[in-house]
């Protein structure tokens, strides 16, 4: 089992940034992807971006060059820097973990609001 714990949301003006982080304890080593997922009250949960154990990562279109995954695997962290933010960047953000590959999620936290105010 693992259990994953995001902390950093909070409320910002459009085109500031913050920095979510999410720890995993448990059994962290079986982890191959930690990634992270968005939602809107009404609408379905979003994916965000995802980082391998090996250091490769992938972010979705809407958020590419203004998110950075980054994940220390010797502290059981997954971390999202997000820069320039917008209002449609709000939502309740989820860390999720994946033992096998990033389509299938195992594990979900419970969320940290972001609120982003034009």
């Known amino acids: 089992q693992v259990q994953l714990m995001e902390s950093g949301g909070g409320s910002v003006q459009t085109g500031g940034s913050l920095r979510l982080s999410c720890a995993a304890s448990?059994?962290?080593?079986?982890?191959?992807?930690m990634s992270w997922f968005r939602q809107v009250v009404g609408k379905e949960r979003e994916w965000v971006a995802s980082s391998k154990i090996h250091g490769k990562t992938d972010y979705a279109d809407s958020v590419k060059g203004r998110f950075a995954i980054s994940r220390d695997s010797a502290k059981n962290t997954v971390s999202l820097q997000m820069n320039s933010l917008k209002p449609e960047d709000a939502g309740m953000y989820y860390c999720?973990?994946?033992?096998?590959?990033?389509?299938?999620?195992?594990?979900w936290g419970q969320g940290t609001q972001v609120s982003v105010s034009s």
């Open positions: 448990g059994s962290p080593n079986r982890i191959y992807c």
């Open positions: 999720a973990a994946a033992v096998r590959t990033c389509g299938v999620t195992d594990y």
